[in-house]
């Protein structure tokens, strides 16, 4: 980016802003999800969770109670949770005929699988072998590794499955210079696919660092403890403020050869603070 320090700055304070205005939420499909949805603009795309503890059939009741609500709707579909290709022509089409257009197709955490998938590239595969209706299959990405996957490993998937992806969504990452250095990395490497960001919502911290332990991001998390103000803001009482990495990535934001086409906000099921946020966020960007 060329320009004075305050025109880059203006450039990017408007990206941040877009980026916050247009971005996805997700929703774990929790007794009474389908309630807290209500307070989220139209406008904001949701994407409902899927997980071993509540099975495909959970997750295709949220989709259609928000889909009945007018949002767009992104379901997760997780490839050890589905037994054969029969199964996935089935949840496919229910979602299809529920107006649903866009899938995003993960592992899964499941020990053993149900069925024959056993992996995302398993079923985007097996998505070619029928005319599904989707219009665009996003993936996931683990710019600080995976617990069980080499990072050499990881490269090689994602640059398999950008034959039938259309983007991927982060891992939640706290940590700015681990993200870009990752973004580098996989570019550098032939990753050409569009990055949507995975942002924490601006819950409250000690909350934040307890949920994020949980779904396997803790080397994310101890960068997060070693900073200056964490341990204040735990013992305060304060929300982690996720605008603090957008701000901190800086150029790279408004920079074609990174890729960052969205942001993917980790809610926790706190909707309405991260909706809050949101428009926050927006209307500082246009001040």
């Not at 389908?34 to 997750?59: H, N, Y």
């Not at 683990?142 to 490269?155: A, F, N, Q, S, V």
């Not at 934040?208 to 103000?229: F, P």
């Not at 009482?237 to 790279?252: F, I, V």
Request: glycine share 10%; proline share 4%; charged share 25%.
């Amino acid at each position: 980016m060329t320009g004075s320090p305050l025109e880059n700055s203006t450039v990017v304070a408007h990206r941040i802003g877009e980026l916050v205005a247009a971005a996805a939420c997700e929703v774990i499909p929790l007794k009474g999800a389908d309630q807290k949805v209500l307070g989220v603009p139209r406008a904001t795309p949701l994407t409902i969770t899927c997980s071993p503890k509540f099975g495909l059939e959970r997750t295709l009741e949220h989709v259609a109670s928000a889909s009945a609500q007018g949002f767009r709707v992104v379901p997760h579909l997780a490839a050890r949770m589905v037994r054969d290709e029969g199964a996935l022509r089935g949840f496919v089409s229910r979602v299809v005929d529920l107006g649903v257009d866009e899938l995003f197709v993960i592992g899964g955490d499941a020990e053993e699988p149900v069925g024959t998938f056993t992996s995302a590239g398993e079923v985007l595969e097996a998505l070619t072998h029928f005319d599904h209706g989707l219009r665009r299959i996003g993936v996931g990405c683990y710019p600080e590794g995976h617990p069980k996957i080499d990072d050499g490993d990881l490269i090689e998937a994602l640059r398999a499955k950008q034959e039938w992806a259309d983007y991927m969504v982060s891992q939640l990452c706290f940590d700015a210079a681990s993200l870009l250095g990752w973004i580098d990395k996989v570019r550098s490497a032939g990753v050409r696919l569009p990055l949507r960001i995975g942002l924490a919502a601006p819950i409250k911290t000690a909350r934040l660092l307890e949920l994020s332990m949980k779904i396997g991001v803790g080397q994310s998390v101890r960068y997060l403890q070693k900073q200056h103000g964490m341990m204040r803001s735990l013992l305060l009482g304060r929300s982690y403020a996720p605008e603090r990495l957008l701000t901190a990535m800086g150029d790279h934001l408004t920079d074609a050869a990174a890729g960052i086409e969205g942001l993917h906000m980790f809610t926790f099921n706190q909707l309405d603070v991260t909706v809050d946020w949101q428009r926050r966020l927006t209307a500082r960007s246009r001040a």
